[in-house]
């Protein structure tokens, strides 16, 4: 795994590692609010699929982990598993 302070690029690539993984925990979050029954008969009639819209900014945000990991050299199997998992 590369020195986070090794260039800009990498540092940057560990910054938005963070980010994607905070955004997920949002998104974790907003999916147990949505998954309530009123929300979900609100969100049916309404015409909105809230769990198809965090599904896909979860795939998303997967994808740009992994790809950053790749990057730093890191690890990426469990977040493989995961996107494997939701697709």
Known sequence: MKNIFE???VFEA???IDLAMYGLNQLQAELSKA??????MIDKA???D????IKSDAI???KQIITDKKFIDADY???MQY???IT
């Open 7 to 9: 260039s800009s690029e």
């Open 14 to 16: 560990y910054a938005r």
């Open 35 to 40: 998954s309530k029954p009123i929300n979900s």
């Open 46 to 48: 309404c015409g909105v």
């Open 50 to 53: 809230k769990e198809a819209e």
């Open 60 to 62: 998303d945000l997967l």
């Open 77 to 79: 199997s469990k977040e």
């Open 83 to 85: 996107l494997k998992a």
